[in-house]
């Protein structure tokens, strides 16, 4: 008979006391709301984490963290409910099957997508259970800052007395995944194999993660999910953003245009940054993106990584061109709708036509836009390709010279999804990935395909559970080569298809190197 797991376990601040899962969570421990670093507050606003202070006696673990500040509706965790928010948000959970293995267990790092503006990791989707049970692994789910919280930066206007940091919120993932390397193996994993996944601005994350530096021996293998490579922020447009940030802060009506305006001081910066509530800094963010739009900023999006300072020396695409990505073997892929959630909901995607034309000409974009019919849902492809598939193959196109490197495409899509006209859209995979289908949250999408979607699960969590422990995935998905280019089509049932879509890919690749040069 196997051991039981405590669900009290040190950690190197303290005891943490987790809750045994039932029903659904049957034969799993949750460890939530756990702190990595200290609170990011007062004087640790818009600074790298610092260390957490320990507590004594046993720290209750029963409850999800703060949900970083951002608008209260996408903050939501059932009907009528929704996660507190504050800037006190540096906490991480753990889930784990609840029994003492005789070897440590590989370790799954997730960090959740929302443009980088939002997303908690209390949201029901994300819960970790199902995927640590069935594939019998430990997996960590991370809260992390952004929006201007974690990525505007404003490490110029730093001075002795006060210092601001850049590239906030990846120094977070950082912190997340040193904290894991100190204290995982007292929950049963193993910090020699830390598998980091995430989707949307989390695949992006793991995709800055894999060209930081700051990196080296805190993961072994990634998987990123429908990232958006190319939304990142160039150190000048930083500047630019950091800016017009606090001149909205100042005065909220601010609007672009005078030249002559007189510098910002770093006194004046400090004032305006440490005096403003969570609330204020949050407004003047949202105007921020307002004004995004109706500048000649060339950096699309305020918000992202921004390219140049220690922890990201390149841009993840140009790294991954030139073969200097992190050697860990990756998992990287899109869905094949991914443009339908964002043209039927909200759509936050740059414009494609000027992001071709900024960065690699006129001509590269007459002969991409010719390959899509601009007026039908292909114009919404074309927009989602230049988001999240074109870089992503470039980036599989550089990683594949110097690690395994396996690519897919997420098929599938239930009735409810076909009859709704989403198709297997941004996000989708994430159902089959934390096998929440069956849940409250994931049941309404797959009525009337509940075996397939049981099948589905069942293949990707298996694919996503080997790779964490031997970084491959199961027998039947090949290597990603540039000579062959084999791609595995997760549907019911999968099959592999070499270089689908192999002309619009040329196209942006022809595009993306123009833009190397």
Sequence with gaps: MMTKLSSIVPTDLGLVEGVNGKRTRKGTISWKGIPFAAPPIAGNRLRAPQPATPWPGVRPANAYGKAAVQAKRFTAVGPGKYQPIGEDCLTLNVFSP?????TPRPVMVFIHGGAYILGTTATPLYDGSALARTQDVVVVTVQYRFGPFGYLDFSSYSTDERTFDSNVGIRDHLAALEWVQ????????DPGNVTIFGESAGGSAVLALLAS????????????????PELVVEASDARLYADAFLRILESPEYRAGARDEEPITPERARQLLTKASAADLHKAGARLLAYAKHTDIVSPVPYGPVIGDDILPEAPLAAAQAGKLLPVPLIIGTNNDEGLLFAKTWNILPPAEKTVIDA????????????????????????????????????ADGHSAVAPTYVYRYDFATKVLEKTGFGATHAMELFAVFGAFRTALGAGIAVGSWRSAERVTRTVQRHWGNFALVHTPVAGWPKY?????????????????VDPGGERRQAWQKAHAARAH
């Design 182 to 189: 100190r204290n995982i193996a007292a929950f049963g994993g």
């Design 98 to 102: 609840d029994t003492v293995r005789s």
């Design 481 to 497: 080569t540039t000579n062959q280019r084999r791609v595995l089509l997760i549907d019911d049932p999968c099959h592999v298809r």
């Design 360 to 395: 690699a000409g006129i001509d590269s974009w007459n002969e991409i836009s010719a390959l899509y019919e601009k007026d039908g849902p292909d114009g919404v492809r074309l927009s989602a390709d230049a988001v999240f598939w074109a870089p992503s193959v470039t980036i």
């Design 213 to 228: 530096p700051a990196s080296k021996g805190l993961f072994h293998a990634a998987i990123a999910q429908s990232p958006a």
